[in-house]
């Protein structure tokens, strides 16, 4: 069974850094994207960026470069986003999820981690 | 800002067909590319409902289906259940700096 299993909730002041992880298990890991969605507090989902742990190639939506940083680790099959300097707009659910090449499609999601960021 | 546009709330009775829009441009869903929905649940994480235009994942029942024409596409959901309010959203890519994924901007499907 695919699982993707995302470190639990944050809270954090600003200026913090933070790097929250998403566990994949069940299936080959280094076939496969992970891409990182936020959604922010009652609005829609927003693609932040990928990477393809086989080759730690990483991708980012130009809203998003410069903002954080994907990562992964394939020797434990988990990926990473991080911060280094967190803002209070970074306050949001955020996903990680397993990208289909062929059709370019999240088909496994993780249960989402919540990041609060407030002073 | 979004590339593709959902209208941000549908509503029908019970047993009614409702149909939710997802309208891009030529360097979206009109370049070929292809466009999936997902179903979000209250409280819950996103789950694949259509790839690929029209296929369904394992378990999704046939009462969902998908289409696209030109510049749009649509999912269409028959015999509407309770079960079936949620958030919905399109997706496809684009050629432009959006990127590889691009999000539809939701649309709520309100059960009467």
């Known amino acids: 069974e695919v699982q993707l299993v995302q470190s639990g909730a944050e809270v954090k002041k600003p200026g913090e850094s933070l790097k929250i992880s998403c566990k994949g298990s069940?299936?080959?890991?280094?076939?496969?994207?992970i891409g990182w969605v936020r959604q922010m507090p009652g609005k829609g989902l927003e693609w932040m960026g990928m990477?393809?742990?086989?080759?730690?190639?990483?991708r980012y939506s130009p809203s998003f470069q410069g903002q954080v940083t994907i990562s992964a680790d394939k020797s434990i099959t988990t990926a990473y986003l991080q911060w280094s300097s967190l803002q209070a707009s970074d306050t949001a659910m955020y996903y990680c999820?397993?990208?289909?090449?062929?059709?370019?499609?999240?088909?496994?999601w993780g249960q989402g981690t919540l990041v609060t960021v407030s002073s | 800002q979004s590339v593709l546009t959902q209208p941000p709330s549908v509503s029908g009775a019970p047993g009614q067909r409702v149909t939710i829009s997802c309208t891009g441009s030529?360097?979206?869903?009109?370049?070929?590319?292809?466009v999936h929905w997902y179903q979000q649940l209250p409280g819950t994480a996103p789950k694949l409902l259509i790839y690929?235009?029209?296929n369904r994942p394992s378990g999704v029942p046939d009462r969902f289906s998908g289409s696209k024409s030109g510049t749009s596409a649509s999912l269409a959901i028959t015999g509407l259940q309770a079960e079936d309010e949620a958030d919905y959203y399109c997706q496809s890519s684009d050629r432009s700096l959006s990127g590889l994924y691009v999000f539809g901007t939701g649309t709520e499907v309100t059960v009467l």
């Open positions: 069940g299936y080959t890991f280094t076939n496969y994207w």
């Open positions: 999820a397993r990208g289909v090449t062929t059709v370019w499609d999240f088909d496994y």
């Open positions: 030529s360097s979206n869903i009109g370049a070929g590319f292809d």
């Open positions: 690929d235009t029209n």
């Open positions: 990477i393809y742990p086989g080759d730690s190639d990483a």
